[in-house]
């Protein structure tokens, strides 16, 4: 299996996935179908696969446990294709047990997204410049605390989507749940005026295909956002 070997291959799940002919042939299978798409019956998988149906149904389950199959009732078993926002779910729950805080998240996301900013000023095509430039224009476009932060949301999307890295577009998409809602609400007009020129600063860098720029950007980004989260962890709402 060509998709479970290279970097990935000294994992346990991979030594595990090798290891084991059942499972390996059941994931082999799985990586030629689509997110969404129904499996055959047992019986019909047991006869394919050439295995017994205790082993396949041991071997489907710990697949369904890891969020890659779903079952449905009277309906049969469907390929999820693990999808971003289910391993976030099961990130919170992980945070929740180690008894992480957020702020340890928040510089995940920053390394994360700084990367994505100096791979867009490598990658991003037409579109996705329109995409970031969108988002700054209802940036400056709404007096709306709301709006704005869901302008910024779309802003960052379309950043990571510029970077057109697989492995980041990934994790942000991960992190977005546990992320979400970091901030509650913007209602000082510096906030207003911070957000837009942070955001507009981070577009010219990539335009402009100045990775140091945009670096530096993001950092100052993430320093305003620091800024913002103090004064909402003190309870802080400026009328």
């Known amino acids: 299996m060509e998709q479970t070997t290279g970097s990935l291959s000294h994992h346990r799940f991979s030594r595990s996935l090798l290891n084991d002919p059942a499972l390996s042939s059941l994931v082999e299978m799985l990586l030629q179908m689509e997110p969404g798409q129904r499996l055959a019956s047992e019986r019909e998988l047991s006869q394919t696969l050439n295995l017994s149906r205790n082993t396949l149904r041991d071997r489907m389950s710990k697949l369904e446990s890891m969020g890659a199959l779903e079952r449905r009732e009277r309906l049969g078993t469907y390929y999820t294709g693990v999808q971003p926002e289910h391993t976030g779910d099961v990130l919170i729950l992980s945070l929740m047990f180690q008894q992480m805080t957020l702020d340890s998240l928040i510089s995940v996301r920053h390394a994360l997204e700084r990367q994505a900013a100096v791979e867009a000023c490598r990658n991003a095509d037409g579109e996705a410049i329109e995409a970031l430039r969108a988002a700054v224009s209802a940036m400056h476009a709404t007096e709306d605390g709301q709006l704005l932060l869901d302008a910024d949301g779309g802003f960052h999307r379309a950043l990571f989507a510029a970077s057109a890295s697989a492995g980041l577009i990934f994790f942000s998409e991960m992190l977005q749940p546990v992320l979400h ?28 295909g100045d990775a140091a720029a945009a670096s530096r950007t993001i950092d100052d980004h993430f320093a305003w956002l620091e800024v913002l989260m103090d004064r909402e962890r003190q309870g802080i709402r400026p009328q």
């Open 181 to 208: 809602g970091t901030l509650q609400y913007l209602t000082l007009e510096q906030d207003f005026a911070t957000m837009r020129v942070v955001h507009q600063e981070i577009l010219d860098a990539v335009i402009a």
